[in-house]
C-alpha cells in the first residue's frame, strides 16, 4: 500500500512539475528561458566564406606567409566543428575562448588587409585598374560584414552557450520579435543569420536600422564597424572613380 501511494505521489508531482514548465514557456519568450543550441551550419558556411575571401585577396595585403592565418581559422573551426559538430551548445569553457580566438584571428587578417588598402590608396600604389581595386575592395569590405557579425553573436548576452542557458536577461541587441513577441513564433530567439543582418545594415547605412544596440559596447562596436565600412567604401570608390575618368 505504501509503495502505490509513493508512485501516485511521484506521478502528481511529475504533472505538476511539467504543468509549472508549460506555464512557464507560455509567459516567458525562448530567448529569454533555456532553450537548444542553435544549429551551427550558418556560422560554418560564413566562416568559410571568410576564409575563401582572404585567400582571394592579392598577397600584398595579407600577413606573410599569405596562408598562415586562413589556415590557423580553418584549424580553429575544425575543432568547435569537431566538438559541436551539430548544434552550438554549451559544453566546456575552453570552447567559448576558441571561437572568441577564431573571431579574433579573422578579424586581424581582415583589419590588416583594410590599413594596407588604405595605406596604397592614400600613396597612390593602388594600381591603375580599377576593377581588380573594385573587386579587391568588396572582398575586404564583404569580410568586415562577417566580422562584426561574428563579434555581434559571440557577445550579444554572453555569447551563443550562454543564450542557450537563458541565464543572462538582460539583452544587448533589442530585435523587432523582442519588442513584439506577437508578430513572432513562440520560440524565437536570435541565431547567427540575425545578427549577420544586424552587420549588413550597419555597414550599409552607417547606423542601426531596425535592430538597437542597448549596452555601451554594443554601441561602441557599431560606431567602429560603421567607420571602417566607411572609409573603404569612400576610399575605394574614389580612387576607382578617379581612375575611370
Not at 569553457?93 to 571561437?99: D, K, M, T
Not at 544586424?198 to 552607417?206: G, H, I, K, R
Amino acid at each position: 500500500m505504501t509503495d502505490d501511494s509513493d508512485d501516485d505521489a511521484r506521478g502528481r508531482l511529475a504533472r505538476i512539475e511539467r504543468l509549472v514548465e508549460d506555464r512557464e514557456r507560455e509567459l516567458a519568450p525562448a530567448w529569454r528561458r533555456a532553450t537548444r543550441g542553435e544549429p551551427r551550419w550558418a556560422v560554418t558556411a560564413v566562416i568559410l566564406a571568410a576564409v575563401a575571401l582572404q585567400l582571394m585577396l592579392p598577397h600584398r595585403l595579407a600577413l606573410p606567409p599569405y596562408w598562415a592565418l586562413p589556415f590557423l581559422e580553418l584549424l580553429l573551426l575544425a575543432g568547435l566543428i569537431a566538438a559541436n559538430p551539430r548544434r552550438v551548445e554549451p559544453r566546456t569553457r575552453p570552447l567559448r575562448w576558441l571561437g572568441l580566438v577564431l573571431t579574433a584571428v579573422i578579424s586581424l587578417a581582415n583589419g590588416w588587409a583594410a590599413v594596407r588598402l588604405v595605406t596604397d590608396l592614400a600613396r597612390g600604389r593602388a594600381g591603375t585598374d580599377a576593377v581588380p581595386l573594385l573587386v579587391t575592395g568588396g572582398g575586404i569590405w564583404l569580410t568586415n560584414v562577417i566580422v562584426f557579425a561574428l563579434w555581434y553573436w559571440e557577445l550579444d548576452r554572453g555569447g551563443p552557450m550562454n543564450r542557450v542557458l537563458g541565464r543572462q536577461q538582460f539583452a544587448d541587441f533589442l530585435f523587432v520579435q523582442m519588442q513584439s513577441p506577437e508578430l513572432a513564433p513562440t520560440d524565437w530567439e536570435p541565431a547567427f543569420l540575425d545578427y549577420l543582418y544586424l552587420s549588413f545594415t550597419n555597414s550599409t547605412a552607417f547606423s542601426p536600422t531596425d535592430v538597437m544596440p542597448l549596452s555601451r559596447w554594443a554601441k561602441m562596436l557599431m560606431m567602429v564597424q560603421s567607420s571602417v565600412s566607411l572609409v573603404t567604401v569612400v576610399l575605394v570608390v574614389a580612387r576607382a572613380v578617379n581612375i575611370l575618368k
